[in-house]
């Protein structure tokens, strides 16, 4: 409770529901703050257990994000590695201005985007294919009453079957098979649960292009799921 | 018939569907949104489809996250180690 005085939480403030928003984030931001403070003391104090749950935490994110950057799998376990060092010698650096989450993956693009451009001259990002979100065949088309309009519109998902383990399979192979950014941001942003900014920083993305990214992964997987749903209630 | 013909100079179904990220996502301007809100007020088949979407992204949400390797935490821990000697 102290740190949510320390943030300010004046009613006015508390009133409208975007405000509201931004003041869970401010509570959550100092949560984090402080979470981060204490790491960061345990890791200068050399506690491996600190250090383990860091790497437990963001490992796999890291190297996920540095294969947005380098061309193999193994290049970019090894940005993850190069990272970790560095953030071992920068520790008495880190200043607790950004998150650490923040810090540690600013550390980490830099890196990727060094390697990057020593391993190959253009960043992946091309692959803004303009595929559909939904089949055209499925909207009435130009010659029709209601052009544009659903022919055959959705039927709904069975809420009871979405969290089956086997649908879960049906939503990591759609995952598996997107583009490679595509991929990366939905992975980043609907699996970790990023918020948008952080994921346009550590893959250096616009806001737009990330939107586009995502929209086309999310659109990828509902049509996935949809197929898989459908399909089994015939 | 999904929808209301009375909204028909309104956005169309396949339009909606490219929307719905921006949407979600706070990304509009509020023209837009309401015009988006309108729709789905009254298409059954576009509400089914945004409801789809949320869907999707929770169901997303359940995945679990890969483990790091225990060969690359065994040797990271072992540069831990080595820089508090």
């Not at chain 1, 600190?50 to 994110?61: E, T």
């Not at chain 1, 540095?66 to 193999?72: E, G, K």
């Not at chain 1, 939904?134 to 998902?157: I, K, L, T």
Request: include cysteine; charge should be negative.
């Amino acid at each position: 409770m102290l740190i949510v005085s320390a943030i300010g939480l004046s009613p006015s403030v508390a009133a409208s529901v975007t405000s509201r928003h931004v003041t869970v984030q401010r509570y959550a931001r100092a949560m984090e703050a402080e979470e981060d403070r204490q790491l960061v003391a345990a890791l200068r104090a050399g506690d491996e257990a600190a250090f383990k749950q860091l790497i437990d935490r963001y490992h796999a994110s890291l190297v996920r994000v540095a294969q947005a950057y380098v061309p193999t799998r193994a290049l970019a376990e090894d940005v993850a590695q190069e990272t970790w060092l560095a953030v071992l010698e920068g520790l008495d650096r880190f200043e607790g201005r950004s998150s650490l989450k923040t810090w540690l993956f600013r550390i980490l693009t830099n890196r990727a985007k060094t390697r990057g451009m020593r391993e190959r001259r253009s960043l992946p990002f091309s692959a803004f294919d303009s595929d559909d979100a939904v089949d055209p065949d499925r909207f009435r088309g130009p010659d029709e009453p209601w052009p544009g309009h659903w022919s055959a519109p959705p039927r709904g998902f069975p809420e009871e079957r979405l969290l089956a383990q086997e649908t879960r399979g049906v939503i990591e192979d759609a995952i598996r098979r997107l583009p490679e950014t595509q991929r990366t941001v939905i992975t980043l942003r609907d699996v970790e649960g990023w918020s948008a900014d952080e994921v346009c920083n550590a893959l250096t993305l616009s806001e737009t292009n990330q939107r586009v990214l995502l929209h086309r992964a999310r659109s990828s997987v509902r049509a996935a799921l949809e197929r898989y749903l459908e399909d089994d209630t015939k | 018939m999904t929808y209301t013909p009375a909204t028909y100079d309104e956005l169309s179904c396949q339009e909606l569907v490219e929307l719905v990220t921006d949407y979600l996502e706070g990304a509009m301007p509020p023209e837009l949104r309401l015009r988006f809100e309108s729709h789905v007020g009254r298409c059954g088949g576009c509400r089914t489809y945004l409801e789809e979407m949320r869907q999707t992204i929770s169901a997303t949400g359940s995945l679990t996250v890969e483990a790091i390797s225990p060969e690359a935490e065994r040797a990271l821990l072992e540069a831990f180690r080595g820089f508090h000697r």
